[in-house]
Nanobody, 121 residues
Framework: QVQLVESGGGLVQAGGSLRLSCAAS????????MGWFRQAPGTEREFVAS???????IYLDSVKGRFTITRNNVKSTVYLQMNSLKPEDTAVYYC???????????????WGQGTQVTVSS
């Protein structure tokens, strides 16, 4: 089992920045691919970014150049630095863990409880 706890969400104006953190506990953190997803009201949960054990990254096209995913295997924590935020980035953001790289929700085995990000115009 892997337990994931997100933090760092909040309310920010358009153009601002936030950094989300996800602390993991349980099984060896470094063996997992870590991902960030988001879900806005009335929409399906969508992939935002992922990072492998070797720090290879994948991003949703609409966040490329604005968001950066990193991980610290010593601290068992993954981060999502979000810059130049837009109102359309408003959503609940979830951290998740998978055994292999994927953009599919169903391929992630463990999920955090989510943290709200609201971007005002």
């Amino acid at each position: 089992q892997v337990q994931l706890v997100e933090s760092g969400g909040g309310l920010v104006q358009a153009g601002g920045s936030l950094r989300l953190s996800c602390a993991a506990s349980g099984r060896t953190f470094s063996r997992y691919v870590m991902g960030w997803f988001r879900q806005a009201p009335g929409t399906e949960r969508e992939f935002v970014a992922s990072i492998t054990w070797g720090s290879s990254t994948i991003y949703l096209d609409s966040v490329k150049g604005r968001f950066t995913i990193t991980r610290n295997n010593v601290k068992s924590t993954v981060y999502l630095q979000m810059n130049s935020l837009k109102p359309e980035d408003t959503a609940v953001y979830y951290c998740a863990a998978a055994e292999f790289p994927s953009k599919a929700v169903g391929h992630y085995d463990y999920w955090g409880q989510g943290t709200q990000v609201t971007v005002s115009s």
